[in-house]
């Protein structure tokens, strides 16, 4: 009786594993025929995307996979999306061609540009940055240069930015506008003028001692010079 108990368990535990795995069909773009593969029912999209690539002998890195009408993507908002598959669901299966030789893509090389400029977070960037990143650029649609100003820019700095508009009103109401937009200004440039280190010359040479000037700077001895030799 307990031998009947434990192999009608171990029956029922090979049910539930077998409920977990369903059958998909695979339809690749191109002359290659339909075909069936097994993989578990519950699943992120990398994970499909490489039993696909093995399965087929295909690339990975260049498969695009579309589900139910919809393309599949690895992650979502800094996640890996997971997804649900159901026996019998049809796979669309795509692979993205190789770029043509450099020399035979020169003409093209305008549209290789634009992807490259897109700007890109860091791979190093916090949880919650990349999460308002993709809310920014997939939920409200920012273009790159908003992106790249919204994320270029520390936290200290936002918040000074922010400080600056709620002073600029008080500057206003006490007809101290100009002179606020004037200091504003100068902090700029007194902020960005980092610090030179010992023995470095400055670009203006009423900065340096005895007034050294650099190699090469033009100023009314040069162009003496220059127009006694003939040179102009």
């Excluded at 159901?86 to 299966?93: A, C, E, R, T, W």
């Excluded at 993709?134 to 920012?142: A, G, M, R, V």
């Excluded at 610090?195 to 040069?222: C, K, M, V, W």
């Amino acid at each position: 009786m307990a031998m009947m108990n434990q192999s009608s368990s171990c029956v029922s535990g090979e049910g539930e594993e077998e409920e977990k795995m369903v059958d998909i069909t695979l339809k690749t773009i191109g002359p290659s025929p339909p075909s069936r593969l097994r993989v578990p029912s519950s699943i992120t999209v990398y994970d499909l995307r490489k039993l696909v690539a093995s399965n087929g002998h295909l690339p990975v890195d260049n498969l695009r996979l579309i589900l139910r009408g919809n393309v599949l993507h690895d992650t979502k908002d800094g996640d890996d999306v997971s997804l649900q598959l159901n026996d019998g669901d049809s796979l669309i299966v795509a692979v993205k061609p190789k770029p043509p030789p450099k020399h035979v893509r020169e003409g093209f090389e305008d549209e290789d540009d634009d992807d490259n400029l897109k700007f890109q977070l860091p791979q190093s960037t916090s949880r919650w940055k990349r999460k308002l990143f993709y809310i920014l650029q997939d939920t409200l649609k920012l273009p790159d240069i908003i992106l790249m100003a919204v994320f270029s820019l520390s936290l200290k700095m936002w918040i000074l930015i922010v400080a600056w508009f709620i002073l600029a009103p008080v500057a206003h109401r006490w007809d101290l506008g100009p002179l606020y937009i004037l200091g504003t200004g100068f902090c700029i440039i007194f902020v960005n003028l980092g610090q030179r280190r010992h023995g470095d010359l400055s670009a203006y040479s009423i900065f340096n001692e005895d007034f050294r000037e650099l190699p090469g700077t033009l100023n009314a001895d040069r162009l003496d010079q220059d127009i006694r030799a003939g040179q102009f």
